[in-house]
């Protein structure tokens, strides 16, 4: 165990990324759920403006904590292609999938963000946050997601993750910060927290109102 929860995780994480970014043009996106209380501890260190960017994995049907890639809020799918191939899943299987993940996003971004527009990336320095990354899938999916906003900077900060998820990201953003990599499988994000548990939408709007 590295951290006692996520409040802990944001507050370490946000002195590595304060030593690189603090004082520059940022934005903090958080990945909910729990990304949320780490990216808001960020967002606060940094004194920085701090939203949600909601994308999901697309679940394996008969293993609904493992998935087989993820989809961005426009729908767009990113998929592990030869992990794919392995579970023999049917295209009409994936859209199938995709489309109640999908919904599920609007719903969370309805809760989330109600009517405001999606927050201008143009030119920022754009942090992408969560309490840490398993496949890595979901968050080249939030990072592909905000390419057509034309960042002038995609960041990736994390707690934890094993070292294969963040050679997955490096192509596609321009810096990962990650506390803790693993070179070794295999990996639970929730082994490194003392205190872990799914985190309600009541407590997600509980940081977003405090930010």
Known sequence: MFFEDRDDAGKVLAETVAEKYLGEDVIVLALPH????VGYHVAKRLNAPFDVLVVRKLPIPWNTEAGFGAITMDGALILNESFVA???????DIR?????????IRRRSKIYRGD???PELKGKV?????????????????????????????VVAIPCS?????NLLKPYVDVVICLVVQKYFPF???????????LSEEEVLSYLKRS
């Open 34 to 37: 729990g990304g949320v209380p």
């Open 96 to 104: 199938s999938i995709a489309d109640e993940v999908l919904k599920e």
């Open 162 to 166: 094993p070292e294969s998820s963040i």
């Open 188 to 198: 639970a994000v929730a082994s490194f927290y003392k205190r872990w548990w799914d």
């Open 86 to 92: 392995c579970l023999g899943l049917s295209k009409e």
């Open 126 to 154: 754009v942090i992408l946050v969560d309490d840490g990354l398993a496949s890595g899938f979901t968050m080249l999916a939030a990072a592909k997601s905000i390419e057509k906003y034309a960042p002038a900077k995609k």
């Open 116 to 118: 405001k527009p999606f």
